[in-house]
């Protein structure tokens, strides 16, 4: 892995654009317009399931300076989690998911089988709801300390950081100290605009930066704005002068 965007310090870096994409050429045609807008390119369950790992391949040879990440979420047995590890770990990404809730031990194989590839740990989804939280576990009564409790057993085991609400970022990296990554999806610009949406716990880029997030997932206000080039530049302009 001879780029590594890691060290990159430019605003661009923090940003993570999810291609949320449902064929090869429209995730392509992102790739090529916001490749020098962003840090990383997220590959999530749509795109991977259609086209399969050459698509890796693909974006990265468009992009060569731009960051991969593979947001499976995976959640299994320790033994299936260690041998799809040893498999992503090939594809030379740079960080992928596991979800915290598959416990220590499929914490701890998945990192063992990674290799370079940095694993996060999601907490919990962003689009739970209050209520829906609730009923998963009655005797957390704030989605925070459901999402620390996780965020910490996950750090624990090794993970190199986690994805979490921008609710619960400073929270997190107050507990958590300066190491490990903090992934925040559920970014909302004020002035973005996005029809049925079905995050819950949302915050603006510059919250999120400001609570301690490594890196942001921004992906419908880019993705769906009338000119999407100019929503990450704006963004980024935010972030710039936050
Ligand atoms: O900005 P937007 O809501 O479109 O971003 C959606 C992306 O964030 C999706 O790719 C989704 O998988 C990802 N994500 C999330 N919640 C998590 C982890 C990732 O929404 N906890």
């Given at each position: 892995?001879?780029?590594?965007?890691?060290?990159?310090?430019l605003p661009?870096?923090?940003?993570?654009?999810?291609?949320?994409?449902?064929?090869?050429?429209a995730?392509?045609?992102?790739?090529?317009?916001?490749?020098?807008s962003?840090?990383?390119?997220?590959?999530?369950l749509?795109?991977?399931?259609?086209?399969?790992?050459?698509?890796?391949?693909?974006?990265?040879s468009?992009?060569?300076?731009?960051?991969?990440?593979?947001?499976?979420?995976?959640?299994?047995?320790?033994?299936?989690i260690?041998?799809?590890?040893e498999?992503?770990a090939?594809?030379?990404?740079?960080m992928?998911?596991?979800?915290?809730?598959g416990?220590?031990?499929?914490?701890?194989?998945?990192?063992?089988a990674?290799?370079?590839?940095?694993?996060l740990?999601?907490?919990?989804?962003?689009s739970?709801?209050?209520?829906?939280?609730?009923?998963?576990?009655?005797?957390?009564?704030?989605?925070?300390a459901?999402?620390?409790?996780?965020?910490k057993?996950a750090?624990?085991?090794?993970?190199?950081?986690?994805?979490?609400?921008?609710?619960?970022?400073?929270?997190?990296r107050?507990?958590?100290?300066?190491?490990?990554?903090?992934?925040t999806p559920?970014?909302?610009?004020?002035?973005?605009?996005v029809?049925?949406?079905?995050?819950?716990?949302?915050?603006?880029?510059?919250?999120a930066l400001?609570?301690?997030?490594?890196?942001?997932?921004?992906?419908r206000?880019?993705?769906?704005?009338k000119?999407?080039?100019?929503a990450?530049?704006r963004?980024?302009a935010?972030?710039?002068?936050?």
């Amino acid at each position: 892995m001879p780029f590594d965007p890691f060290q990159n310090t430019l605003p661009r870096a923090r940003l993570i654009f999810p291609l949320d994409l449902p064929t090869k050429s429209a995730a392509l045609n992102y790739v090529e317009l916001l490749k020098g807008s962003v840090g990383f390119f997220k590959v999530g369950l749509e795109l991977f399931s259609s086209q399969g790992p050459s698509i890796i391949e693909e974006i990265r040879s468009l992009a060569p300076e731009v960051g991969i990440f593979l947001d499976l979420k995976l959640h299994d047995i320790p033994a299936t989690i260690s041998r799809a590890m040893e498999a992503i770990a090939r594809l030379g990404v740079h960080m992928t998911t596991v979800h915290a809730q598959g416990g220590p031990e499929m914490l701890r194989a998945a990192v063992k089988a990674a290799g370079q590839t940095k694993v996060l740990a999601v907490t919990l989804l962003t689009s739970l709801a209050p209520a829906a939280m609730q009923e998963l576990a009655p005797d957390y009564r704030a989605p925070g300390a459901l999402a620390l409790h996780l965020a910490k057993r996950a750090v624990a085991t090794s993970c190199h950081g986690v994805v979490a609400s921008p609710l619960e970022t400073l929270l997190l990296r107050e507990h958590l100290g300066d190491e490990p990554i903090l992934v925040t999806p559920g970014i909302r610009p004020s002035w973005a605009q996005v029809s049925s949406d079905d995050q819950s716990r949302t915050g603006t880029p510059a919250q999120a930066l400001a609570d301690g997030a490594s890196y942001l997932v921004v992906g419908r206000p880019i993705r769906d704005a009338k000119d999407p080039l100019k929503a990450a530049q704006r963004i980024l302009a935010e972030l710039a002068s936050s």
